[in-house]
DNA sequence: ATTACTAAGCAGCGAGTAA
DNA sequence: TTTACTCGCTGCTTAGTAA
């Protein structure tokens, strides 16, 4: 949707526009705007043809009135707004489900990973992680997160080697609980690799590719 | 502010932008916009022009982090949407003080209104009335609160007239408590005739043609 | 009064490119 | 690689105007 339609729609808005129809003129909405009768006509038609409003006209003026649709719009907007100021309790990343190479089940097999995942997250990991790739520049929002601290697992020796440190953060895959593991170190993954007590791929039904909805919590 | 600036700070917020710096090129900025680099890079600059974000140039990339200037005009985005979503309960009005006619020093005076006044909003109204004009787009919002019912107050006789209803609601006038006063009848007038138990002009120290701020709460 | 069409003018977009 | 300049061209804006 294009910027200059939500900003319409929002002011359409905070005039009352979604529980009441409202007088309104496109002159009128355009001294609001400070542009032009015309472009402020137009605006009103793009909304109308996209479904966000509904306009009656009367002899004067037209009575709008904001649809589900366009209420819809707005408050998909507003949700953006509380992320980042309100719910910094939680970052959300998109993401498409891929294959991992078969290493998380070794690591999640360990029993030190288990242990204090079970000990640290409240729950018992199902064998292996779930990796959802996530848009090359949402790694700054895995920056934001480990800026946070998270669950901290230290390192521990098993089977003559050296497993490394690693953050948790809990999280829902696709409103599942679970959480998510990062390393410690090299900042800039683009995988994120999710562990839950569920077998998520099965639970969720899930296959390569698919939209995956990751929501990780801070504390 | 254009909106597409905004739409673009708060793009660079949802990545974390107002603690951290981000790192950003504006390749990547105009693969998520969906546009060209030459217009990413167009817009990263004015927002830097307008003093929105602070930029630090590396080899590659830049660091980008929201100044205090760009999270207030975000978070004003915000409190539009939390006005149009959360406090339905209040209705806020921007407008300026003007001269009543002297006939809101009589109304207030007459018994029938003060008693009520008192009863029903818990305050004996200073004599008169501050007058705020609205702009006329705002009009809509006064059908908005009508539309709540508000502090019905009914007709009486005194001084061999009859004097009509009004509806009331409780309201502050730049943050001072008070209520506002509204002809039962005439849907669309400009002016909010404000009452308090404080001279207001004077407590506030306001003269004609100031701005005033009058919030407005349902129930 | 309105809304909104057509057409002209101009601002913003992006290709090419320099640094 | 970057960012951001110039400049031709497209598409948005607005004046004029019809309905």
Redesign the pocket.
Known sequence: MKP?LLQTLKELALLGAIPNKIE?????RAQQLE?????A??Y??EL?LQQMIT?E?G????LIQITITGADALENEYMSYKQIFDLTNKVVFKGKLVSGMGEGKYYTGQKGYAEHFEKQLGFVAYPGTLNVEIEYIERNKIRLLRSYGGIQIDEFQAENRTFGNVVCFKATINGKEGAIVLPKRSHYATVLECISPYNLRETLGLHDGDTVEVVAYIQ
Chains 1, 2 share one sequence.
């Open positions: 200059y309104l003129s496109s002159h009128e542009t032009s009768q015309q472009t006509s137009r009103l038609l109308d306009r006209f002899v004067k003026k037209q």
